[in-house]
C-alpha cells in the first residue's frame, strides 16, 4: 500500500539532491569461487534500475563492441562461448590464441577513472551526478562492489576504448577474461595494447593466466576446454576440474540428506552447462547421479 508514496518520496530526493543511497550488506558467495559480493537495499534498487533501462541501455551499451560479452541482455556467456567457437573455427591452422586476464578486476577499479571513461555517454547533469554518487557509495575507496547492476554493467564498459583499439572480429571479452585469436605477430601487437591500456585504466594484468599459444593445443576459456582440429573442427569439453567439482558436490549433498528436490533442481542446472560440451561427459555424469542417489557405496 506504501508503494506509490514511497516511490514518489524516492523521486522527489532525486529531484532536489536530497537523494543519499543506503550501505548494502556483505555476503560471501562460494560458487563457482570465492567472492564477497555487497546486496542493494530495495529503495536503492528502484532509481538504478530506473538508470539502468533509461540511461545504460540507450547510451552506453550501444558504445560497445558486439564481442563485449556480460551482463547484457542476449550477450551472456552461452554468446561469448558461441562466438568464440566460430573464430576458432575460421582461424589458420598456424594462428595463436592471446589469453589475458585482470588481477582482482572489481576491486581494481578507481572511481575517477571509471567516472571519465563513462561520464562521455551521459550528457545529461543529472546523470552524472547519480552515476557519481552511486559509485562513490561503494563499500571501497578504489574499486566497485560485486552485487549492483549498475556496477556489473559499469565493469563490462569500463575497458570500451581497449575493445576497439583490439576489435577486428577475432577478439572476445568476458568481463576480465579475454581471448583474441590471429598471427603470433598480431597477438604481440594486441598484448602491448592491453598492457598499455592497463596501466592507464591501473588495472594489473595476472602474468599467470596471461600468454600466448598455439590454437592447436586446448584453450580454456569459461569453464569450457576448445580444441581446433587441423580439419577447422572445433570440439568443446567441459574442463575436468569443474566435473571433479561438481562429483565431490553431489557426494556432499547426498552424505548430508539434502532432499530429492533439491538435489534434482541442482543437477538440472548442472546438466544444462554439461550439455553444452561433449556428450561423452554428459553420458558419464547423467550415469554418475544416477549412482549418487541411488546411495553406490561405491562412489
Known sequence: MMTMSKCNAISNALLDGTYKPQKGERHEVFEPKYRITVSTKYADRVPQSSFVTNYFYPKVIPNLIQSNCACMKGRGVDYARSIFKEILRNANEN??????????????????????????????????????????????????????????LSATSFPHRMDRLIDDGSFVRYQDDSVYVGTLERCKEVLQIIRSESDRLHLQLSERKTFIQPI????????????????????????????????????????????????????????????KGSRSDLHKMDKFYERVKTHDSDL
Open 95 to 152: 594462428d595463436c590464441c592471446l589469453k589475458t586476464d585482470w588481477h582482482g578486476f572489481f576491486a581494481s577499479i578507481c572511481h575517477e577513472d571509471l567516472k571519465n571513461e563513462l561520464f562521455p555517454f551521459f550528457f545529461d547533469e543529472w546523470a552524472r551526478w547519480y552515476f557519481s554518487l552511486t559509485v562513490d557509495n561503494s563499500s571501497c575507496p578504489v574499486g566497485i562492489d560485486l552485487g549492483s547492476e549498475v556496477f556489473q
Open 216 to 275: 592447436s593445443r586446448p584453450i580454456h576459456f569459461l569453464g569450457f576446454s576448445y580444441l581446433r582440429k587441423p580439419t577447422g573442427r572445433v570440439t568443446v569439453k567441459r574442463l575436468p576440474d569443474k566435473i571433479r567439482h561438481e562429483r565431490r558436490k553431489l557426494r556432499r549433498m547426498v552424505k548430508i540428506g539434502v532432499p530429492d528436490e533439491w538435489m534434482d533442481a541442482h543437477w538440472t542446472s548442472v546438466r544444462a552447462c554439461l550439455i
